[in-house]
């Protein structure tokens, strides 16, 4: 296989917290993958099988489709960890957003403060103070 293609194929693993999570590749393919899997595995289970409404019927489906059924269930479980992992990476670009306008904050109250400082002394000295 080739590199270009191996990083094609693993951008599509990426979870982007930039971007929805409905739009990353990864939530779908977590949350749908072992839907399709477990259809794959009852389909052929369900032929000859009747619909009944009885109790025997319900243990009969119950018994049958275990497997499937278990495997259905780790699409939730995927889908919320994919979820969780989103939600860190965007956590992630949030705080690092904040820490940026943090410092610019910082440096323009620091360069006001030093301003206001260094006028007094230029009036005393005669001095032309750069109001930057």
Known sequence: MEIG???KLSSYFYING???LHKNFLF?????FPMILAFCFAYP???GLK???TVEAYSNFISIFKLPLWIASGSLIL???VSRFHS???RAITIKQSINQNNFANYLNHRDHFQKYLTPIAANFD???DPF
Do not use: K, M, N, R
């Open 79 to 81: 889908g919320v960890t």
């Open 127 to 129: 001095i032309e103070v």
């Open 88 to 90: 860190s990476e965007q």
């Open 51 to 53: 619909l009944s409404g």
């Open 5 to 7: 293609a191996i990083i």
């Open 18 to 20: 930039e971007t929805a």
């Open 45 to 47: 289970l369900s032929h």
């Open 28 to 32: 779908w393919f977590a949350t749908l």
